[in-house]
């Protein structure tokens, strides 16, 4: 019952905001759509948030209280190594994109940079591989 309930107020945390963004009409079409798109975020994470810390608690399905800190234990470590590999894998684009775009613009001024310039886009992949290892580290412990 409480997960139909959720699944609805989910829905509409999407369906609200685009529907105010169709009837209203402040602003410019810019405006409402960022206010819309904030509002749509910031509900939905909300709800999930809620939801996440209500329904998947392990506390209602824990037989003993060492098993509940166990299984909390386990999610939030999967939780961590997720967060760790998003963040830097999102962090690896971001500095790839500049260094990549900074390469470029040096290669249309000089050609012998050429190997320096890919160092730097290769050191800021490895990033990506950094959190990869952290949340593999975060796993196995």
Known sequence: ??????????????????????????????????????????SFFGVLLFATVFLFSGAAFAETASSSTDLTDQGLKFIAAALSTGFATIGAGVATGSAASAALGALSENDSIMGRALIFVALSEGIAIYGLLVSFMILNK
């Open 1 to 42: 019952m409480i997960q139909n309930i959720i699944f609805l107020v989910l829905f509409l945390t999407i369906a609200l905001p685009i529907g105010i963004f169709f009837i209203t009409e402040f602003g410019s079409r810019a405006k409402r759509f960022k206010f819309t798109l904030l509002m749509n975020i910031a």
